[in-house]
DNA sequence: GCAAAAGTGTTACGAATACACCCATGA
DNA sequence: TCATGGGTGTATTCGTAACACTTTTGC
């Protein structure tokens, strides 16, 4: 530990994002086809290498908008991958982030110019290095982070149905949820709006559009991270 | 995306062990003083360089058996530190790593040659760089891993009393808790053995010793970790 | 016999689950 | 008028929290 610095290997810094977006229907994910060498022509999570000069959320940051266009998306790290052979062609380490964008709102010129796709949950391809364990990691993380926050803002557009965040959820851990007791513990909440407008399109009686109440919303999304000692130790 | 790997930057990468301990009475982190420059003289999580040649947690491992002499102790990733600044001598990304020992094992020569201490959680003196960030971020994650998995065994000596558990719960989550609640719950997750034998260094009726049913206590580690959309959600 | 820590049960409250019918509307 | 999806309440179960006295034994 008296070594001067420079004696230390230095290793190439990943960043890799697993990017979820809901389409009201189906939790997805959007992958590129990897256009260069190794393992060209399979899909792949979006990803780009760190740079001296930033940080690593900056750069998780950047590498998303590259693919997105989207500024200022709800993006959370995960892990730092780092086995040895993880990368075949050299050394790198990887650090994954998890990002909920808004499926709506991505910019569709670049994600062509990547030759990018969403993907449902489901159909998820076989994908390069160790990218299936990147998203399994965030699927967990994903249904822990809605466990206790809500997480419909990032995901949903401004104004959506009951049955729609519904849906969401369902999709996120998916399974089904009792209609009644989904409702009756959202709007317990109180983070919810009634704009009095109703949605028409899924339903001839039609569903009221809610709004997430802003301020409510982030003090729901800072709480709720004490853990207590409680008999779901297991 | 299509540039060859070599014109990427290659940076520093560091690890930094977390490193706790129980005395039967308080939770205790494992701290050095850092013998060079810069900040030498200050208190520091153990670290060290990631090599070429190994995987992440093949490298925490080597730093915590450094120090300690331990191996195959508990070890798990917390995140990775990346801030531009955080380390003034050079850029430098660090993985941070959490280690649960017996505290009563560790090898106290190698201990004392790195000039290390152990320091109750609530007398943690001002620590280098963004060490105190991490020592934080273990501290909520080994109380939500003890929310939903037992964490005894990594802490305790082989045989304990449900006294020494419940003050490990409580040094934990730096709370009291009732003891008959404590006692009820951890006995119907039917992970302890009564040995019989009475422990009576510390009271004179004496408290029954327990060891933990290893088999069940590694399937209660194992499992719990599905989270479902609750209330919690707040 | 008394101080000190170990050990033991019951009640009350709140959250989670299960469950079935009416409503509004467009076709 | 009927098919479709939206909306509503109640009863039961289970986990959590609150709470006080008896037991053992070394001094």
Redesign the interface.
Known sequence: ??DA?EK??????ALDCIIFGFDRQDLKLLLIKR??EPEMGKWSLMG??????????DAASRILEDLTGLKNIYLE?L??????GRDP?????S?AYYALVDIHKHDKELVKK?DAQWFSMDEIPELIFDHTEMVQSAL?RL??K?????VGFELLPVKFTLPELQQL?EA??D?T?DKRNFRR?IL??DILINTGEKQKEHSKKGAYLYTFDEKKYLE?VN????????????
């Open positions: 530990m008296t610095y230390h290997d230095r290793v190439l810094v256009n260069f780009g290498f760190l740079r001296k000069d930033e940080g690593l959320d790290q892990n730092a991958f780092g086995a040895v062609v050299d050394r790198t380490v650090v990547y967990k249904r822990y809605a466990s206790y926050q809500p959820y996120i851990y399974t949820i513990r317990s909440m729901g709480g709720g991270d004490n853990f207590k000692f409680k008999s779901s130790i297991s």
